[in-house]
């Protein structure tokens, strides 16, 4: 995760078109040795790039990555804020999930961490009224969109960082601050991350293990959320993330009905992939209304193709 040094780092290159180490010291108020082993850091993330000058003096500058991309709009739009005295790794983290209301509770929950810890992410937030509150649920406020879209780009280079170490080919497909999920090209990578702790097939890939395999065109996804066990919610979750197609809705029924998974169950977890309007549309399709109409955005499969399937699979 960016640290505040780091972020101090950025916010001087944003606003320069390069430092050295002695301007990035004096500016942020760090040591030339945190500098240096920060500047690191952001080298191999791929947020800085450097030059060597005279007597191999280090030149640093920003990259045109996303994230770098993401801070410089949020500094041109909301330039009147300190966000590297705002933003820590905690704070980053916990704002991931306020681009719609959520209690604390969830958040503690979905991340892992205490209310308190929530709260205390937050406080920085709350002292400039940069929070709106519904009841007890938080949401950033509706101006600080491009702070939103600065922390979902951390995030997803973060995520995207590391698992390009073991997979190169490797692209995230959805995210949140502990979780991940991943498209990989290679057959090399997919054999990397099929023994790599932490990681698990998941989408139609993972259906075999429930008695439903189907033929994958390219390879795999896989799931880290090293924290929580990969569920039948989860995996139809990702199959609808990954493509909502008729093929797609057809086996996520298919897996629905088999396990039983409960409409309650599986609008909740949908509802942190943002798709719950999805999942009640297939539970209709389940209980066999296929004439209503349409609004969300997916192709469906016709009643006597879904039927075929069922037979075809044994699934009662």
Not at 186 to 204: F, I, S, V
Not at 286 to 310: F, H, M, N, Q, W
Request: proline share 5%; glycine share 4%.
């Amino acid at each position: 995760m960016l640290s505040k040094t780091g972020l101090k780092i950025l916010d001087v290159l944003c606003s320069k078109r390069e430092a050295t180490a002695k301007n990035l010291a004096a500016e942020t108020g760090h040591s030339r040795k945190q500098i240096y082993r920060v500047v690191d850091d952001l080298l191999e993330a791929g947020l800085v790039d450097e030059t060597r000058r005279y007597r191999n003096q280090r030149v640093v500058r920003a990259t045109d990555d996303p994230v770098v991309e993401a801070y410089r709009h949020l500094t041109s739009k909301l330039g009147h804020v300190d966000w590297p005295g705002l933003l820590s790794p905690a704070t980053i983290r916990v704002c991931w999930y306020l681009d719609e209301p959520h209690r604390v509770t969830a958040i503690a929950d979905r991340l892992g961490i205490t209310r308190q810890a929530v709260h205390k992410a937050l406080s920085p937030l709350k002292n400039r009224a940069m929070l709106a509150l519904s009841g007890p649920d938080y949401a950033l406020a509706d101006d600080l969109q491009p702070l939103l879209v600065f922390v979902q780009e951390v995030v997803t280079h973060e995520h995207r960082t590391e698992v390009r170490k073991l997979a190169p080919s490797a692209t995230v497909e959805w995210c949140d601050p502990k979780r991940a999920l991943v498209h990989v090209q290679e057959p090399g990578d997919t054999d990397a991350l099929q023994h790599a702790p932490d990681w698990e097939m998941t989408g139609l890939a993972k259906f075999q293990a429930y008695g439903l395999q189907f033929f994958l065109a390219g390879e795999p996804a896989f799931w880290y959320a090293p924290d929580n066990p990969l569920t039948p919610a989860d995996i139809v979750c990702h199959t609808l993330v990954l493509e909502a197609d008729s093929r797609n809705v057809s086996y996520a029924m298919l897996l629905i009905e088999q396990e039983r998974i409960g409409e309650d169950k599986l609008t909740e977890a949908a509802s942190w992939y943002r798709i719950e309007s999805l999942i009640k549309r297939i539970y209709q399709l389940i209980e066999g209304d296929y004439a209503a109409t349409d609004d969300v955005g997916i192709s469906v499969p016709s009643d006597r193709e879904y039927a075929a399937l069922k037979e075809q699979y044994g699934v009662a």
